[in-house]
């Protein structure tokens, strides 16, 4: 499933491709017909699926032609070339919110936060992330099998969007809310 196609009529899928020429990169321009083209996203292949939320990818068009990419589970911003496969920037975005890390089986952990998605507009990257609500409190029955209820589901995230200047490489502008977007 393509995440963007490109000016070109090619497509960027943020996917991890089990074979051995393309595992452990987590990005890949594929053609027309589905055929990869290029493979990249990471700087050393790894694949490892206890890992998704550190080695997996979430991506948008950048300038230039360039992608915008972030793991789910760590508050970093890559911007690569598809063109050469190269890593052109990468920095940690300072927050005081965000918990970095893998996904716990434990529910009565708090947990920890996951980009969702991102996106570039006027020169600012937008980035979606759910996050432990503020008022945070496990399940009444944590760890057992039970019905999803969209209720508990709001009761444990809230959702938190910011907007981060690539250039200062800070974010200027944030606002968390309680509902699921």
Known sequence: KPTFVRDDGSYVVARQIRTPEHAGFPIHVVDSSGGV??????????????????????????????????PPGRYRVERWDPETARLLESFDVPSAWFRQGGRSEDERVRPNSVVESLWERDGFLWVLTRDADAGWQP??????????????????????LDVIDVRRRRVIA????????
């Open 37 to 70: 083209v290029r493979s990249f996203g990471a700087e050393t292949p790894q694949f490892r699926p206890d890992l998704r939320l550190v080695l997996d990818r979430l991506v948008a068009p950048g300038p230039a032609g360039t992608v915008w990419a972030m």
């Open 139 to 160: 399940p009444r029955e944590p760890n057992t099998e039970r019905p999803f209820l969209l209720d508990e589901y709001d009761r444990t995230y809230d959702w938190v």
């Open 174 to 181: 944030t606002r968390r809310f309680t509902n699921a977007h």
